[in-house]
């Protein structure tokens, strides 16, 4: 592990519950911590009053996190960027300010694969800047409220250069938020990524009183999905048995923190997506990375019945029910098919 002795200044973009959560653990470090909001009331509330009301109310921000409405301002803060945005909005975002991160150490925290593309988070920003050896992503189980507060978390950060992984690893490890690395980023990001999906699943099985007979089966299904689709991605298998794969999941499709555990939730209480989505000002990453994984799994011509009538019910208004009873229905297989 290669460790990080000096305390130096971090730019991080998206002060959403995440993105403010991690500028937390950075502050408690000792790092100084420039934190850009896309919001303008949100930054006059942190410049105000050190407290993010809309995305994690109730924390006192530390005095050596800055707060920043101009994006411009982050290329120059630091060599170490960390993106936080929600991934419908990364490549916009750093497009705005891609050449000011040449040259510049870049850490993800987003978790999401782009609907146009089918591109995972990494590539996009390898695509902008221009530097795929100088970028790596960070998942695992990590509610943002609970890193937050302090509770132990432990996450794997990622890149296809292992110096680059070690250098973060060192960069953000604590003895409460313990960092492994690895050098799987497609199964990392995938892992990441797909979790948000089946959390909805989950939600629903939950929200419908299904039981925890039915809601196991189906945990362990959604991983048998994502595994597939991480084979066809040339992913490591091994690597969703680890924090950004199984970890994660159980995370979001158990903890009552999970937005998209929440969104599925209020889809069996009988409301719409598009009312849940209106009425919330934190994303639900799920409810776009479903269509994207949908259209990604049709291409590639993989079999994914769990994503497939997630998307049916969040895009085509199927009824959920219905949606059940076809994957109950389904023919008689193997279980390693």
């Known amino acids: 592990m290669v460790l990080v002795k000096e305390k130096k200044s971090i730019g991080v973009i998206g002060a959403g519950a995440w993105g403010t959560a991690f500028s937390m653990h950075l502050a408690g470090m000792g790092y100084h911590v420039l934190l850009w909001v896309f919001e303008e009331d949100l930054y006059r509330i942190l410049k105000e009053d050190r407290e993010n009301k809309y995305y994690l109310p109730d924390f006192i921000i530390p005095k050596n996190i800055d707060f920043t409405h101009d ?142 007979n039915t809601k196991a089966a189906f945990v362990t299904r959604a991983l048998a999905e994502i595994r597939r689709l991480g084979k066809a991605l040339g992913a490591k298998d091994t690597t969703f048995m680890g924090l950004s794969g199984i970890g994660d999941l159980i995370l979001t499709s158990y903890g009552a923190l999970s937005r998209n555990r929440a969104f599925g939730l209020e889809l069996a209480r009988g409301r719409t997506s598009e009312e849940i989505i209106g009425s919330h000002n934190a994303v639900v990453e799920g409810y776009f990375t479903i269509k994207a994984a949908y259209l990604m799994s049709k291409k590639m011509n993989v079999v994914m019945p769990i994503t497939e009538e997630l998307y049916r019910i969040v895009y085509e208004k199927k009824d959920i029910l219905e949606s059940i009873r076809d994957i109950k229905n389904r023919g008689l297989k193997e279980e390693n098919e």
């Open 71 to 212: 994006l411009r301002d982050i290329p120059g803060y630091s060599d170490d960027i960390v993106i936080a945005t929600p991934s419908f909005a990364l490549r916009d975002t750093i497009e705005k300010i891609s050449h000011g991160l040449k040259g510049k150490r870049i850490l993800i925290l987003t978790k999401g694969i782009e609907v146009n593309t089918h591109k995972f988070m990494g590539a996009i920003v390898h695509e902008l800047v221009g530097r795929d050896e100088m970028v790596a992503v960070l998942s695992g189980p990590s509610f943002a409220k609970e890193v937050a507060k302090g509770k132990f978390t432990s996450v794997v950060v990622a890149s296809r250069i292992r110096t680059v992984s070690e250098y973060f690893q060192g960069l953000v490890h604590s003895d409460n938020f313990r960092v492994y690395t690895n050098e799987d980023i497609i199964g990392v990001e995938l892992g990441g990524a797909m979790k948000n999906v089946m959390a909805i699943g989950a939600g629903i099985i939950e929200g419908l009183n299904l039981g925890t």
